[in-house]
Structure formats: C-alpha cells, structure tokens
C-alpha cells in the first residue's frame, strides 16, 4: 500500500456491513446496502444519476436525504419504491426477480427515524439549553457538543446528561429570552441494539423560555377491561385531547400478560387501531415489537411482556375545545377473549390533557365484567365523573340495566350506583353528562393522586353490551 497502512489505525477505519448486521446502527446498515448494490452506477461518471450510493462519500454530500429518501415518507421515497419493485420501475432494472425484504425492513427502518426531540427549554439560566428526546440517548453520539448547532451566531460549548437519561444539558452563549431559535441535530443515536439516528439535519423551532410547571392534576392513564367479541363486538375505546399543541400519547392492548394476574380466557393475540375524529385510520399495530419506534416503547418502561400484544406510540394533535380519537381492540383473526385497552399520557402534566376515556364492550360475570381504569397523577385532587350506559346504547343485545362502583387502588369500595337519579342527581346534572336513560348508572368522585376501577356488571346477573367512561371535571 502507498502510503503505508499503519495496522494500529486500521480499527478506526470505515467498515461496511452486512444489512442483517444487528449490532450496528440501522444508518451504517442501510448505507453499506446502498453501497454494495447501487454503487456501481449510481457515483460520480456512472450511468444512475441523481445521487452517490459511494459508503465512503459524507451522507451529506451523498444527496439521498430529502430526495431520494425522504423522513417518514415511504410513498414518496424513490429509492425504496424502486428497490422494493419488481416491475418496469424496479431497480436494478435488469437481472432482478426478486426483492431483498429484509433491507427493506431496514429501509423503512431508516425512513421512519423514530429518534426526534420532544422539547427545548431554559435551564438555570439564559445559557443552558435542556433537550428532551423520545427516547435513551447513546452517551458516545448524544454528549458530543459538535453534533448541535444553534442559529442567530448562538455558539454550544458542551452536553452532558440531564437527570433523566433522554434528557441533554446544553452550555451555550448566552440566549436572548423570549427569543425563536432553532437547534439542529446531526448524528445522535438512541439506545437501541441497531440503534436509531436522529434524521440528518433534524431542525427543533423553540422560544427561549423556561419549561412550565406541570398542571396540578391530571389522568396519566385511563383503560378498561373487557370481553372482547367478533366483528362488531370488538372493543371500542374512545379518548379526548384538549389542548392548544400535540399530546404524547401510548396505546396498549394487552391479553396474553393477563393470564399472569390470574384472569382465564384471555385475549391471545390483541390487534390496535387508531382513528381520528373523522373516522381516518391514523395508525394500527399487532405485535408491538414490529413497531418501527420500539426502542421509544421500550424507554417509556411500560412495554407489554408479551410479544403478541399491541402498542400504539405517537403524537396526535389536540385542539381547545377537545379532539376526539378512537382506539379499536379485536383479536387477531376474530379471536375472542378478555382484554385490556389502556391510553397513557407520556407528557407527564405538561401541554394538554387527556379529559377522558369510554370503552365499549360486552358485559358478562365473574371476572368477565367491565373494568374500566384511572391513575390521578399531580399535587391535587382530581374531580372526575363515572358512567354505566346500557339502555340507551343503539345496538342490540345492550345491557339493560348496568351497575357501577368505583373502587380505590387496594379494592375497598368508595361509591356505587345503579340507577343514577338515585344518589348525585343534582351534582350530575349540573355536569351536563346526565345519563339519558334512568336505569343507567353515574357517579361523581374527587379522587386524590392514585389508581381507581370503575366497575360496571349487570343488575341481577344481566349481560349485555355497555358502555364505561370516566371524565375528568373541572
């Protein structure tokens, strides 16, 4: 070799890997995929034009993101429409019969760049920044200052972690409050084994403030336990956001995890989907480690214990008056059996508000009835609403006449109800969620920060199709 290889270097060196390489970011296995199978056209002289597939060119210069590959956009990234074809616009267009699906597993992997920041704010004083990210920061990438950059000739010393570790502390030239920046972020990886680059160039618009105080009170979870039945007897859970920005939100459909706390007839395989207030499908899942941010499910510490359960994670927008949103649960080819669908606010009191949940579902006995969940979070009470709905439910085969209890978290009773003008019928009332049918059940609590169950079966046994909802009152 001219000049000479130094054999102490040699490690430092780029390397390419193989794309099924799990222990090495999901960015160096794509790259080194391109690399092998595009390379030869797609550089500099080379018959494919538009991009440098060249591993050893910068990714910067290399022209594939935004372009060719573009964040969160598989429809609308060419090199995976091609590269996953098999007709005239496959590529390579000739010699090729089949599609290699595990690099587009990674492909998609890549695009979908589930690492992002969440927050920006003052901390201390006007010259540290606190970064929160959706998820584990790797210490190598995450604490090396020069992988963030600030406009307005704002200059960034150092990173070190915060108290938490997806948290970052930046050290900055001092920052003009009230002020609009934007911070980017190169190069940043999270925990995962194949872990996940924040997408190059990734921009975070922020006002230079100080972070606000989390609200007094709040839902942090809402769920039900149901039975969950064939085609239209699936579980429907419905949820609303209010607020002025987007809500962090985790969906969860458990059933086989259940089984370890003693139910019989689980649910064995949940299916998730989410749909916004105008009935659009917005996400669906099966088995939550399919998901493309499972590593951001993982760090939120509250993953299912069971491969076959479902999770939902993402940001929905919230609107001041209240955005609805509906979660559907089935089994997995119409199976049937208990469930457990849960709603988790992850931005623990800060931005809007999770007012409520209301999960539809069959009624029967035993262990088989309506469980429906709520965990008060804050420094004050939380004043919430609780209902049974049967008889004025327009579907058939309804719960003619639901009860309710409400049951603290070591399962003491503290109110039940039956038919809802017999206890409160003037304090519901004023809440303007009164039943509309008498024989239904309601309930009004101030509940301090802890875990609740709102317990909704059958007067004298009945079964039938309800409906449970808590709201969170004023």
Known sequence: FNPALNEADIPNYLQSHIVTDETVPIQTRMRSWIDSNCSQCHRPGGYGPGYDARFYTPLAAQNLINTYVKFRDVPGSLLYQRDDALDATKMPPLAKNRVHEEAMAVLRQWIASPLEILSVYLYLDDSHLVVRFNSKVDPETGLDASHYALDGAATIFSAVFGAEDDTIILTTSPLSPDQSYHLTTNDVQDTAPSANTIWPGSQFSFTANFSPDPSVKWLANVSTRVVVGAGDDAVIAGFIAQGTSAKRILVRGL??????????????????ELYDGAGTLIATNDNWMDNANQQEIIDTRIAPTSENESVILLKLPATAQGADYTAVMRGAGDATGVGLIEVYDLDA????????????GRVETADRVMIGGVIVRGTQPQKVIARALGPSLPVTGNLSDPTLELRDENGALLQSNDNWRSAQEAEIIASQLPPTDDKEAALIATLGPASYTAIVRGADGAIGIALVEIYALP
Do not use: K
């Open 349 to 360: 009191g800060l931005g809007p508000n999770l007012l409520n949940i209301s999960t539809r």
């Open 255 to 272: 059933g086989p995890s259940l089984a370890e706390q003693g139910v019989t007839g689980v649910l064995a395989d949940p299916v998730l």
